[in-house]
């Protein structure tokens, strides 16, 4: 059985205080697709995409936007996800913050999105092309402020244009 045809992840919208999971209703992705862009429309957040050297983002600037994204990994798992995991686990995790070249690598291969408010990066997500939202991070301080529904609309528009009907994830318990 191909995993379109299995539900493997609910992915939850938060929009004007209501939780809509994303399942296959029979719908088809394209009107799913303006009917949830309409519900979490937020206007103040506005968005980069990075797709690494395939648009020419100039080096020192894909340079430091990787720096930035990998602090902004840190402090949200460090200051976020303590209140659901040990230390021990969080610093493991986190760890991961010093590979720049893995992140380079997986900048590359999958689509990134980064939301920006006032010129701050404040959340980012990224899609692999088979529909798997690998990343989705929001800074701590802009927690519960609709950026990841805002992310995640981003992210669907692109699955639709991957011809992905699916989009699944591994969330942590802090994500649930």
Known sequence: MDKRDTISAFVHYFAL???????????????????????????????SLILGARIGIAGAKFISDVERITQLFYDTIQNINIRDYSQEEVDDWSSWRADIDKWLEKMQEQYFVVAEIHNKIVGFASLAQDGYLDLMYVDKDSQRQGVASALLAEIEKKAIKQNNDLIYSDVSITAK
């Open 17 to 47: 205080g209501l939780i809509i999971p994303f399942v296959n209703w029979g719908i088809t992705p394209w009107l799913t697709g303006i009917v949830i862009a309409l519900l979490t429309s937020i206007p103040i957040i506005v968005f």
